[in-house]
């Protein structure tokens, strides 16, 4: 009898001791939760890409030969239109111009000499002439012989006339001829004076271009000789900027212009900028040389004006494709498949089936089995372990075994709308007209 008396307290003593260190070092597994949502149902594209300038132009070399830059503008300063931008030595084409200008002035006296000498000539020739004519009138009923010596120098001196008229005359022109060149070196020579400095056409940011330069390709500076016609200064214009980015032939037909576009910068996740998708291309094109994957250029046009915006910048576009209103959603990660069955687990952790419809890249829409206003669970609460919230996020039970409907990406944007435009809810965009 004692030894089962024996027994029983080493029994319980043993499980008391599990039991009270199971309940000192063991831990509740709290079970991630969220509320269903119940408003806008965002479908939208999202497609990565480059920020740019809608409008920039570069600035050349002139088309003339052995140049050198004397002076450049600091990289990364803003010029106004009309500002100098770059500079070259002009020492050559100054000295090109004031021997041109002389030569100019020396043709320009030649041709005042030439005219003068016709207007000389010709009153005298045509004194000479006149003289012969009227001895020959005087002459006409004297002896023959004298008649027609008197009648031979007026036909000479009438010939002579001509003649002289036309050799002077064409002096003129030829002295016409040196001064319209001379005019033209001048003003040639005024021309490449004045591509020496090279203005601003349009008020933007200045950025450097590289050259070939002793084989290997720099960055433009002071000292360089470069070629004619050669680049090298870009200036986008910082007033309006847009996106460089592409979509997939298989989304590019519900891509069009005048769609609102929410863009994002890598570098300020928290703006969110408001866009409109300005263009897309007609042509499909490779998304990389050797890729087998066929794309469409899209440009979308930033309607926020923002300092930190510039060129060469990463940026994610969500082009919106749809808005559907008083939508149930829940989190992808908050539906499973059990048994056949599509559900989702109460706070309670009770399972509910439900009826899924359309879906974007975080949220599923809910047809029948919620009302909008449960408080669901992120993970299943039937299992043993559980993960962290967001765990099963980047594979959502209800895709097991799915095929994805393609790369249509959304989100639901119902807590942006008040967002957009801002940071941390401060920052609001400046061209809101627009």
Not at 42 to 63: H, K, W, Y
Request: glycine share 8%.
């Amino acid at each position: 009898m004692k030894k089962y008396i024996t027994i029983s307290l080493v029994v319980v003593v043993v499980l008391g001791g599990y039991l009270g260190v199971n309940a000192l070092f063991g831990t509740d597994i709290e079970i991630p939760t969220s509320k269903v949502s119940n408003g806008e149902f965002v479908i939208s594209l999202n497609c990565n890409g480059t920020v740019d300038a809608t409008r920039a132009m570069s600035l050349s070399t002139p088309r003339v030969r052995g140049l050198q830059i004397t002076w450049l503008a600091p990289e990364g300063t803003t010029v106004a239109e009309g500002d100098p931008v770059i500079k070259f030595d002009a020492s050559k084409q100054q000295t090109d111009l004031l021997d041109h200008q002389s030569d100019q002035k020396i043709k320009t006296s030649a041709l005042q000499r030439a005219r003068q000498e016709y207007i000389i000539q010709e009153k005298q020739l045509r004194l000479n002439l006149e003289k012969s004519r009227r001895n020959n009138d005087e002459k006409k009923h004297e002896a023959p012989r004298v008649a027609k010596e008197a009648k031979l120098e007026m036909e000479l001196a009438e010939l002579n006339f001509e003649a002289k008229l036309d050799q002077l005359t064409a002096d003129v022109e030829k002295a016409e001829v040196e001064v319209q060149r001379s005019k033209d070196k001048v003003t040639q020579a005024q021309r490449e004076l004045d591509m020496m400095s090279i203005n601003a056409p349009i008020p933007g940011l200045v950025v450097y271009l590289e050259i070939w330069k002793g084989g290997t390709m720099s960055k433009v500076q002071e000292g360089d000789s470069p070629w004619p016609g050669q680049g090298l200064v870009n200036l986008p214009d910082l007033s309006e900027m847009m996106v460089k980015t592409s979509v997939s032939e298989v989304d590019a037909n519900k891509v069009d212009s005048g769609q609102t576009v929410d863009v994002v910068l890598d570098a300020f996740p928290d703006i969110i900028y408001r866009g409109e998708v300005r263009k897309k291309g007609t042509l499909a094109r490779r998304k990389e040389p050797n890729s087998k994957i066929n794309v469409f250029d899209v440009e979308v046009t930033i309607l926020d004006d923002d300092d930190n915006l510039k060129p060469g910048m990463s940026a994610s576009c969500d082009i919106i494709v749809s808005r559907i209103p008083g939508v149930v959603s829940v989190p992808l990660e908050a539906v499973f498949e059990r048994e056949g069955k599509t559900v989702v687990y109460l706070k309670n952790k009770k399972k509910r089936e439900v009826s899924v419809g359309l879906r974007n890249d975080m949220s599923i829409q809910i047809l029948d089995g919620l009302e909008g206003d449960e408080e669901i669970c992120l993970i299943d609460p039937s299992l043993d372990e559980h993960g962290l919230p967001g765990d099963r996020a980047t594979e959502p039970e209800l895709n097991k075994g799915r095929t994805q409907p393609g790369p249509d990406k959304a989100r639901m944007r119902g807590n942006r709308s008040g967002k957009s435009g801002t940071k941390s809810g401060n920052k609001t965009g400046g061209k809101g007209g627009r």
